[in-house]
């Protein structure tokens, strides 16, 4: 079971007693130098409320989590570089059943040297922990954040470029992004110098590096790398790479709603006496995303006569039959459904006298004369 563990949230969660764990800056070099790199402090978030700083010490503590499950606390405290030079910084925890993560990604490991983030000066990386309960409870009580200062000919630690020099020529990243959907930013890094080597991409967020990549890029020529981050708030956030920044506006994806199509307006019969009625159909599709409901209306002669309210699912469709008597003779524009359906002849009593009267002395002229017509033809043939 997975959970994000909110500060609101932890007081209805089964307590599972975790100890508190002292959070220490260590590196290969004197205590007091190492220390100087970094400033750690209590995320602004939600979840900064589990730091706290007393006597110029950070401690962590979590005293309710899931009772045999994982728990995902996201950016507990942020960790700043404060000199003049690149660090690289990972933290370890002596427990293997808490891991370290970046932010509020669990799935990008900050817990070894090689999962190390470079922070130049004044940025910041936030910390997460995913504390796994179903064994044993964990007994961490120490937090250990490793910093150490990166060579400036080196592209990442423990690496040297030789005389490679980097620039980031152009940062390309879509100007608007949905929440809670990956975003790629395309970064083109050119060697400008006499050697190849490794250029460490690292993508900062208004300050801080949420990810990075390294690409080999040899002397005098260009590549493209990409990074990634995924936008859990709506708003606006400066992206960059290198000397490259971009802006990108974040917002929430569209609620699901329902959308309605009208189709096949039509009418059973378009002439007919007063006082009898017609039917008038349409076909109403749901094309949305969403369950709704919407009303159909009957037009005659532009006045609203009658309407049927339908409720479909997504891609539903439906037949809506309307059925209205004419009292009087003329000729009405009928619509449905906001389509146009054609035109109804009302024919007065009358008329429709005369027509059937028309209508049965063609059908009784039609006889005789087809008589003399084959009388006609007899005549020919025997003649011939």
């Not at 890094?189 to 949420?210: C, H, S």
Request: hydrophobic letters at 40%; zero cysteines; charged letters at 25%.
């Amino acid at each position: 079971m997975n959970s994000r563990l909110l500060v609101a949230a932890a007081a209805v969660l089964l307590a599972v007693a975790v100890p508190t764990a002292a959070v220490t800056v260590a590196g290969d070099g004197p205590a007091d130098q190492e220390a100087d790199l970094v400033t750690l402090a209590p995320h602004e978030g939600p979840n900064g409320a589990y730091a706290s700083v007393d006597d110029g010490e950070l401690t962590v503590a979590f005293d309710r989590l899931n009772d045999r499950g994982r728990t995902i606390v996201d950016e507990v405290f942020t960790v700043t570089a404060d000199t003049d030079g690149p660090v690289s910084v990972w933290v370890t925890v002596d427990d293997a059943g808490v891991d370290v993560y970046r932010g509020d990604e669990p799935g990008t490991a900050l817990d070894s040297r090689q999962d190390a983030v470079t922070l130049q000066p004044g940025e910041s990386v936030a910390v997460g922990f995913a504390i796994d309960t179903t064994g044993s409870a964990p007994a961490a009580d120490a937090v250990t954040v490793h910093a150490e200062p990166v060579d400036q000919g080196s592209t990442e630690p423990g690496g040297s470029s030789g005389d490679a020099d980097f620039v980031v020529t152009d940062l390309s990243a879509p100007a608007e992004a949905t929440t809670g959907e990956p975003v790629q930013i395309a970064a083109t890094v050119e060697n400008v110098g006499d050697a190849d080597g490794e250029y460490l991409a690292r993508l900062v967020v208004d300050g801080t590096v949420v990810d990075s990549r390294t690409v080999t890029v040899p002397a005098g020529e260009t590549r493209t790398v990409t990074v990634e981050r995924t936008f859990d708030a709506a708003g606006e956030y400066e992206l960059v790479v290198g000397d490259r920044s971009r802006t990108i506006t974040v917002v929430r994806p569209p609620e699901p709603s329902a959308e309605f199509e009208t189709s096949e307006a039509r009418i059973l019969d378009d002439e007919i006496s007063a006082g009898d009625s017609t039917e008038v159909a349409v076909t109403v599709e749901n094309v949305g995303d969403a369950p709704g409901e919407t009303t159909v209306e009957l037009v005659i002669g532009g006045t609203v006569v009658d309407s049927e309210t339908v409720e479909l699912e997504p891609g539903e469709r439906t037949t809506v039959t309307f059925e209205w008597s004419f009292r009087q003779a003329g000729v009405y524009q009928v619509g449905v459904g906001g389509l146009d359906a054609g035109k109804v002849t009302v024919l007065s009593g009358a008329d429709a006298e005369g027509r059937q009267l028309s209508s049965s002395l063609q059908t009784a002229a039609a006889g005789p004369v087809l008589v003399l017509l084959l009388l006609v033809l007899a005549w020919r043939y025997r003649r011939g």
